[in-house]
């Protein structure tokens, strides 16, 4: 138990379908963020949030939309996704943006179809 | 471009033997380097770290070696046992991680 979780842990679903992920952590950290892991691809940071404000966002398809409500809490809101966007979601904190070591949840495995 | 690199998919050693894993980096900003290791249906957990202003770093089995002039670290552990079995990513560090695409270890008893 790393104090960062994810649900849903698997989430099938249509490319017609909305669909959002959530991430909690409670342990005080600043900076969130959502990495894209695919088969045998590096992890791919896709956003950045620090003290709730997006920082950065790498490329992104906009059907992927994240969202900082709170510093616990990052949701990744999903639409018109693609097959191709298939792959585990990985959701991670860190005391402060930048190079410090960040604790990673379980991931979300997400299978469009 | 791929800043950091793992370019071997797989090692397999034997129980008690020293796993070596290496990395190799193109960006000489980053400012420190960090190991983690994931097992299935997990998130990556944090192993170990190395600043770029230092060429080891011991923590138990896990000692981190940093070569800047070759852009290159590595992983020892020693000695491997069959629960060090798993991915193992590095990652180089400015004011974001950059993950390299992982090498899966395999310990056999």
């Known amino acids: 138990e790393t104090g960062v979780t994810q649900t849903p842990r698997h989430l099938v679903m249509g490319m017609t379908n909305k669909k959002s992920l959530k991430c909690e952590q409670h342990l005080g950290h600043n900076a969130m963020y959502w990495y894209k892991q695919s088969a045998k691809k590096p992890l791919e940071l896709m956003f950045v949030y620090s003290l709730e404000e997006r920082v950065e966002n790498n490329s992104v398809p906009s059907r992927f939309s994240p969202e900082c409500p709170n510093s616990s809490h990052l949701f990744l809101h999903l639409h018109t996704l693609q097959p191709e966007d298939s792959a585990l979601y990985l959701c991670a904190s860190s005391r402060r943006q930048g190079g410090t070591e960040a604790f990673f949840g379980q991931g979300t495995r997400l299978t469009v179809v | 471009d791929q800043q950091v690199k793992q370019n071997s998919p797989s090692l397999s050693v034997q129980e008690g033997r020293i796993s070596i894993l290496n990395c190799d980096y193109t960006n000489s900003m980053f400012d420190y380097f960090l190991w983690y290791k994931k097992y299935p249906a997990e998130g990556p957990t944090f192993l170990i770290s190395?600043?770029?202003?230092?060429d080891k770093n011991e923590d138990g089995r896990f000692t981190v070696f940093l070569n800047k002039s070759a852009k290159h670290l590595s992983l020892h552990i020693v000695p491997s046992q069959p629960g060090d079995s798993a991915v193992y990513f590095c990652a180089g560090a400015t004011n974001k991680l950059i993950f390299g695409t992982g090498t899966l270890l395999a310990v056999q008893p």
């Open positions: 190395i600043s770029s202003i230092k």
